[in-house]
């Protein structure tokens, strides 16, 4: 019984759509780097760009995210190689920086272009 509920709201749902093939001829230079279109990302790339490079406090205070929120979206940026982290001590404190490589302020020029 739930199986032809659930296909009557999948139904509902798509009524009234139609099936469009093919690709608008101006879709390439409507598409987006997913990977920076990401809000958080967008603003990481960003300070760092404005800034040159960024603590990880004043990074995550500056775009008002979690610590997890910004390490989760770093890492994904660093796999790219949009962006590097380098970790060194001050004191008995572990101090992260994070900054823009080349590649990350090429592909942040070419989503804003």
Known sequence: MASSSSARRA???????ERVEGRHPEAEALELDRLIHERVR???????????????????DLLGITDGNLSAHARKLEEAGYLVCTKSRDGRATKTEFALTRTGRGELEAYLS
């Open 11 to 17: 139904h509902v749902q798509t009524r009234g759509l």
């Open 42 to 60: 967008l603003g990481i790339v960003s300070a760092l760009a404005v800034n040159g490079s960024l603590t990880f406090t004043d990074l995550r």
